[in-house]
DNA sequence: GTTATTTGACCTTC
DNA sequence: GAAGGTCAAATAAC
């Protein structure tokens, strides 16, 4: 498993994103506490470049980043059978395969949307998503050392909540569990009110299922969710969104210090589900002081997937990245995580 | 008494 | 028929 290789350019990627909040929060203190930087003593020419420059400072570290995301994009095996991960790819084929004339009733389970997550944890239960699951079942898997649990959202009868889970501790390594999502939760109350934290207000009144992306450009920004997403593909009106989310912490941010070893988190999320070949990379911010890179592909074919013009190696970035300031600015709770 | 978990049976898909 | 996924009755926990 390269779980050390991922994690050298996931704690790249969040090294640069913390930087870049640094940036943010030393451009926010000039802004709003001009008299404790001196500036009484600077003309104005002075702190306008010096506030430029710690602009140009954080465009650049979110570059960095995206850059990273890119290259942990490019990682992804071309095909299951060739992935490194052999734990983030569990999904049958079959359930990719189904052609598209194929009847509405046997493809009631591919329509939902479906994404894995790696976790090392002591216990099965030792995850918090911000959810409330209840366990329906376990079953024996062929090959595995342990069975698979299948839990389903609390809400699902008082509420209708389709999201379901799996959970299947590896055999390598048995601190490590593979969760597997499948469905969206509609309950989005009792998620609601944990994400009231770490959602600015502003993003409240937004709140919407995440858009599907479409082709060629990375962007950064936080989902609805909850999640800060880096996004390969994005319509332009979700793009506008997810960066004015995006200025969701900088000023207080508090980071702990990651541990590699007990609490990182590295995602690899499948979506085999839907008809398009679009791919997003997802930099997951979990509620519950968790983060992990997400990995969210979709597509018919997953080779299609990962070798089509997502493959990415030189798209303008630094021509679509815009940093919205003045929201970064707006923004003032608190949020931590470690890796 | 209510809610959650366990587990064998059944269903779906290949 | 095999394997994975879900149901639902029995059981446990609170």
Known sequence: MEEVMGFDRSAHLINEL????????????????????????????????????????????????????????IQLPLHPSESPHSLTISSPISENSHPDDSPPSKRRRVMMRKWTKIVKMSSERGV???????????????????????????????KGCAATKQVQRSDGDESIYQIMYRGEHTCFQGAQAQFDDIIPAQMKSEQQPPPSPKEQEVYVGL???????VESEQEPENRAQYFRSLSFTPANLQVVQPDPIESYLMSYCSDFDSPTTSVSNYLQVLPYNHIGLTVETSGTEFTEAVSGPNSVTNSPMMDDFE?????LLDFGGNFSFEL
């Open 323 to 327: 940093f919205p300031i003045e929201e």
């Open 18 to 73: 913390l930087q870049g909040m640094e940036f943010a929060k030393e451009l926010r203190n000039r802004i709003m506490n001009p008299e404790n930087k001196g500036c009484l003593s600077d003309d104005n020419d002075d702190q306008v470049a010096l506030n430029n420059s710690l602009l140009e400072k954080m465009l650049s570290s979110f570059d960095k980043t995206i850059t990273i995301a890119k290259l942990l994009h």
């Open 223 to 229: 989902s609805p969710e909850g999640e800060l997403k």
């Open 128 to 158: 918090e998503d911000g959810f409330s699951w209840r366990k329906y079942g376990q079953k024996d898997i062929l090959g595995a050392k342990f069975p698979r649990g299948y839990y389903r959202c609390t809400h699902r009868h008082t």
